[in-house]
């Protein structure tokens, strides 16, 4: 095995033209990513270790540029080694939009900050998709297969794998078909590129500028994932008075892009559709880490989360035997934290 400093160390001698640095580690996400601050003197930057890669086909690059082609605010390169699956990366600092939330005093506080995400968010959807150029985020997409696997691996991991809910058979038939209902209809919608973690843990803020990272899955998909990962964030407790708030912020300011046919009442019916999706995804993030590897450290966000579920799926009648589900296996009262 080749230790981190064997590879560290001259990528970052040669990079940074000096042996006067030093490597602090930094709080990874739930990939198998690992991150770095690296500093020198007065400057800072951000050194990620991934698997090694081909620079033109390497998605975390694609998209960083395409997005930076568009006017959305990423990280800047500095250097890379992709032999070694380094990458050098301008230093954003610490100050992530979910903090920002909860250190206001009130909800109203942190708006303008938000107002600042959905800025990029409609550089994301509108303009990136529209410039047709080589990007990664074009030959992937959310369709029916995909939201499905997600849906999936909710029920796999928190229904039957953390809360054994036992699915008889006429259940099971009836859950995948509910499943499969809600993604089909949601595959029929049209799609823009789609950043695909656009939460609070993703957004950071520098020198009052909203920053975006973590998007190297970004895939084609409705317009409306994008908005509950960020109104219906698990990782804050966002109002529905500011979450409306922010939607018609978002829908103004993509006034120009949006359909002539456009209709607020189908937009609304979809952003609850995808709630139902997206967060019963989440759901399933946060159960697998404990259900296959014992990482504790997201179960507390599995309430709040159930609970947007829940809510959603009661939009929909026909759902009915969805949210039955959710009740009766104790979902919505179990006490994660003490498992």
């Known amino acids: 095995m080749v230790t981190h400093d064997e590879f560290l160390i001259p990528f970052l001698s040669r990079s940074l033209q000096s042996d006067s640095y030093k490597v602090l580690?930094?709080?990874?996400?739930?990939?198998?990513?690992?991150?770095?601050?690296?500093?020198?003197?007065?400057s800072s930057w951000v050194l990620m270790r991934w698997d090694p890669f081909v620079?033109?086909?390497?998605?975390?690059?694609?998209?960083?540029?395409?997005?930076?082609?568009?006017?959305?605010?990423?990280?800047?390169?500095?250097?890379?080694?992709?032999?070694?699956?380094?990458?050098?990366?301008?230093?954003l600092g610490d100050l992530t939009l979910e903090r920002k939330f909860w250190e206001s005093q009130n909800q109203d506080a942190a708006m303008e900050f938000y107002q600042l995400a959905v800025d990029e968010i409609v550089k994301i959807h509108h303009p990136a998709t529209?410039?047709?150029?080589?990007?990664?985020?074009?030959?992937?997409?959310?369709?029916?297969?995909k939201f499905l696997w997600e849906?999936?691996?909710?029920?796999?991991?928190?229904?039957?794998?953390?809360?054994?809910?036992?699915?008889?058979?006429?259940?099971?038939?009836?859950?995948?078909?509910?499943?499969?209902?809600?993604?089909?209809?949601?595959?029929?919608?049209?799609?823009?590129?789609?950043?695909r973690d656009y939460h609070s843990r993703n957004l950071m803020i520098k020198l009052d500028q909203m920053n975006v990272i973590d998007f190297q899955?970004?895939?084609?998909?409705?317009?409306?994932?994008?908005?509950?990962?960020?109104?219906?964030?698990?990782?804050?407790?966002?109002?529905?008075?500011?979450?409306?708030?922010?939607?018609?912020?978002?829908?103004?300011?993509?006034k120009e892009y949006l359909p002539k046919d456009f209709s607020r009442e189908?937009?609304?019916?979809?952003?609850?559709?995808?709630?139902?999706?997206?967060c019963f995804k989440a759901c399933g993030s946060f159960a697998s880490f404990f259900h296959?590897?014992?990482?504790?450290?997201?179960?507390?966000?599995?309430?709040?989360?159930?609970?947007?579920?829940?809510?959603?799926?009661?939009?929909f009648p026909e759902y009915k035997v969805f949210a039955d589900v959710l009740i009766d296996s104790g979902a919505l009262e179990r006490k994660y934290e003490s498992l």
Do not use: W
């Open 266 to 278: 189908h937009f609304d019916h979809i952003y609850e559709l995808q709630s139902i999706q997206r």
């Open 130 to 145: 529209l410039d047709k150029s080589e990007c990664t985020a074009f030959k992937i997409q959310f369709d029916t297969e």
């Open 25 to 42: 580690s930094l709080a990874g996400d739930a990939s198998n990513r690992r991150y770095y601050r690296v500093v020198l003197d007065h």
């Open 292 to 315: 296959q590897r014992e990482d504790r450290r997201y179960l507390k966000y599995l309430p709040g989360t159930l609970r947007r579920v829940l809510k959603a799926i009661n939009e």
């Open 217 to 254: 899955d970004a895939r084609l998909g409705p317009i409306q994932y994008d908005l509950v990962s960020l109104m219906r964030d698990s990782y804050v407790d966002m109002s529905d008075v500011m979450a409306k708030s922010l939607i018609d912020y978002y829908l103004e300011r993509s």
């Open 55 to 91: 620079p033109d086909n390497y998605p975390f690059l694609s998209v960083l540029n395409h997005f930076a082609k568009n006017g959305v605010h990423v990280p800047k390169v500095i250097a890379m080694s992709p032999d070694e699956g380094l990458v050098l990366l301008e230093d």
């Open 151 to 195: 849906m999936n691996y909710g029920k796999d991991n928190l229904l039957s794998g953390v809360l054994k809910f036992n699915f008889s058979e006429n259940l099971n038939k009836e859950i995948s078909d509910i499943f499969l209902d809600i993604c089909t209809r949601l595959h029929k919608e049209p799609k823009r590129i789609a950043h």
